[in-house]
């Protein structure tokens, strides 16, 4: 039976008939998952499955203390059995990188469409439904019917996304095809617009309720996600037992359920704890010396930083972005000015890094790595700058002493072979399907 989604506005081939909707059983599916995917019939085994009309595919959701994943038999039914397992993977995937305990980045709408990106990046197209998002592939045509009930507002809009999901590249991370995606205009209009005509583009499964949970329960959510994931990985590791997990992902998921703080939770660390504190009048806070006669002040908090970029062919353009997928949640509260630098820093280069930013990898030098450039550019900035970081591979000897608070970020296959003193250092781990949030 072809593949096919519940909603009219998405293209379909048919869609299942009552019939097949009633004498369809996830039983049998679950069950040949488990023969199949080892891992992902330990993350799914303990989860409550809801059988359901109220939502159009599937989805899994949190709440009242337990994981629920509720699915529409009419949806599945319509689906070949490759698919429902590619889809049962797709739910799996969003406990396993915490979409559902962690709040989204808003608009929510285009945070639903990152999550898929990223997820379907790592499920073999031939197991994904064909209303689903898939980077570097266009969506199916539009028949002359789906054109007429959509409009031609709604068909442009559906291939303006439809274009931008085939110009993806796969293997990223949620935050990068989210930040893709924001950074054009036409984008983010069309799929809200999309949205609040009620026309579902590339929905293959439902994301509602991920931010409606309490701190509490969202806390005591996470643990129990954590612990099933903690032990399917280490089922799968004792008996070989991986599955189509790529090993890329194998080694994400070994580092989010080890006990080692994140390399992302050290740097914002780093960079949050150094602030300068300035002035500003605010009418709404009372003068203690003057009440009613002067307005009163309040605190802003600040942190000028420098970034190092190591020219080096090792540092690659996946380091980089790490770098700054990081950099941008710290945006809020920090500046960053960014330099290439080999023996020498490229002032030329420099460009300040600003929430929202988009920064594409160059190479400016070509020489060999001296990390004292760096070191005695910073002191001569000294003034303007908190503190520095570096981004390198780490294949240099030592610099001098810093008087700046330095933070050495090296890159996953990278090692400092140096001790890194009273510095800051953190080690980059996985790839850009590495989740933080």
Same mark, same amino acid.
């Given at each position: 039976?072809?593949d096919?989604?519940?909603?009219?506005?998405?293209?379909?081939?048919?869609?299942?008939?009552?019939?097949?909707a009633?004498?369809?059983?996830?039983?049998?599916?679950?069950?040949?998952?488990?023969?199949?995917?080892?891992?992902?019939?330990s993350?799914?085994?303990?989860?409550?499955?809801?059988?359901?009309?109220?939502?159009?595919?599937?989805?899994?959701l949190?709440?009242?203390?337990?994981?629920?994943?509720?699915?529409?038999?009419k949806?599945l039914?319509s689906?070949?059995?490759?698919?429902?397992?590619g889809?049962?993977?797709?739910?799996?995937?969003?406990?396993?990188?915490?979409?559902?305990?962690?709040?989204?980045?808003?608009?929510?709408?285009?945070?639903?469409?990152?999550t898929?990106?990223?997820?379907?990046?790592?499920?073999?197209?031939?197991?994904?439904?064909e209303?689903?998002?898939?980077?570097?592939?266009?969506?199916k045509?539009?028949?002359?019917?789906?054109?007429?009930?959509?409009?031609?507002?709604?068909?442009?809009?559906?291939?303006?996304?439809?274009?931008?999901?085939?110009?993806?590249?796969?293997?990223?991370?949620?935050?990068?095809?989210?930040?893709?995606?924001?950074?054009d205009?036409?984008?983010?209009?069309?799929?809200?617009?999309?949205?609040s005509?009620?026309?579902?583009?590339g929905?293959?499964?439902?994301?509602?309720?991920w931010? $409606?949970? !309490?701190?509490?329960?969202?806390?005591l959510?996470?643990?129990? +996600?954590?612990?099933?994931? @903690?032990?399917?990985? =280490? &089922?799968?590791?004792?008996?070989?037992?991986?599955?189509?997990?790529?090993?890329?992902?194998?080694?994400?998921i070994?580092?989010?359920?080890?006990?080692?703080?994140?390399?992302?939770?050290?740097?914002?660390?780093a960079?949050?704890?150094?602030?300068?504190?300035?002035?500003?009048?605010?009418?709404?806070r009372?003068n203690?010396?003057?009440?009613?006669?002067?307005p009163g002040?309040r605190?802003?908090?600040?942190?000028?930083?420098?970034?190092?970029?190591?020219?080096?062919g090792?540092v690659c353009?996946?380091s980089?972005?790490?770098?700054?997928g990081?950099?941008?949640?710290?945006? $809020?509260? !920090?500046?960053?000015?960014?330099?290439?630098?080999?023996?020498? +820093?490229?002032?030329k280069? @420099?460009f300040?890094? =600003? &929430?929202?930013?988009?920064?594409?990898?160059?190479?400016?030098?070509?020489?060999?790595?001296?990390?004292?450039?760096?070191?005695k550019?910073?002191?001569?900035?000294?003034?303007?700058y908190?503190?520095?970081i570096?981004?390198?591979?780490?294949?240099?000897?030592k610099?001098?002493?810093?008087?700046?608070r330095?933070?050495?970020?090296?890159?996953?296959?990278?090692?400092?072979?140096?001790?890194?003193?009273?510095?800051?250092?953190v080690?980059?781990?996985?790839?850009?399907?590495?989740e933080?949030?």
């Amino acid at each position: 039976m072809s593949d096919k989604s519940t909603s009219n506005d998405i293209p379909v081939e048919n869609i299942a008939s009552d019939a097949e909707a009633k004498a369809f059983r996830l039983d049998s599916h679950l069950l040949s998952l488990m023969w199949d995917e080892p891992f992902f019939s330990s993350i799914i085994r303990p989860i409550t499955k809801i059988r359901t009309d109220k939502i159009p595919t599937a989805g899994v959701l949190s709440k009242d203390g337990a994981i629920t994943m509720w699915w529409n038999p009419k949806f599945l039914a319509s689906l070949v059995p490759k698919k429902i397992k590619g889809l049962l993977k797709h739910e799996c995937y969003h406990l396993v990188f915490e979409h559902t305990t962690t709040r989204k980045n808003k608009p929510h709408i285009v945070w639903n469409y990152a999550t898929d990106l990223a997820i379907n990046s790592v499920i073999p197209e031939s197991e994904l439904p064909e209303c689903g998002l898939i980077p570097g592939k266009a969506f199916k045509e539009l028949t002359e019917e789906q054109k007429e009930k959509m409009g031609d507002d709604g068909v442009k809009r559906y291939e303006l996304i439809s274009n931008k999901v085939e110009s993806f590249p796969k293997e990223m991370s949620s935050e990068w095809y989210f930040s893709q995606l924001m950074n054009d205009d036409d984008i983010v209009d069309a799929i809200k617009e999309s949205e609040s005509a009620g026309i579902s583009i590339g929905e293959m499964d439902s994301h509602d309720g991920w931010d $409606k949970m !309490s701190e509490e329960e969202r806390d005591l959510i996470k643990g129990k +996600v954590k612990q099933v994931l @903690k032990e399917a990985a =280490k &089922k799968a590791d004792s008996s070989n037992s991986w599955g189509s997990v790529p090993s890329s992902m194998r080694a994400s998921i070994r580092q989010m359920v080890s006990n080692e703080v994140d390399w992302r939770s050290i740097l914002r660390s780093a960079v949050g704890n150094k602030k300068r504190a300035g002035r500003d009048t605010s009418v709404r806070r009372i003068n203690r010396k003057y009440p009613g006669i002067h307005p009163g002040s309040r605190r802003k908090y600040t942190s000028s930083w420098a970034v190092y970029v190591d020219q080096s062919g090792s540092v690659c353009d996946e380091s980089l972005g790490l770098l700054f997928g990081e950099l941008t949640s710290l945006a $809020k509260h !920090s500046s960053f000015d960014v330099y290439y630098f080999d023996t020498e +820093v490229d002032e030329k280069s @420099k460009f300040t890094w =600003k &929430k929202g930013s988009k920064a594409s990898p160059k190479r400016t030098r070509c020489g060999g790595t001296d990390f004292e450039a760096p070191t005695k550019h910073a002191h001569k900035n000294m003034e303007k700058y908190d503190g520095y970081i570096i981004l390198t591979d780490g294949y240099a000897p030592k610099p001098s002493h810093s008087r700046l608070r330095r933070v050495w970020v090296v890159t996953p296959d990278g090692s400092l072979q140096f001790d890194k003193g009273r510095d800051v250092s953190v080690q980059m781990t996985g790839n850009n399907n590495t989740e933080s949030a």
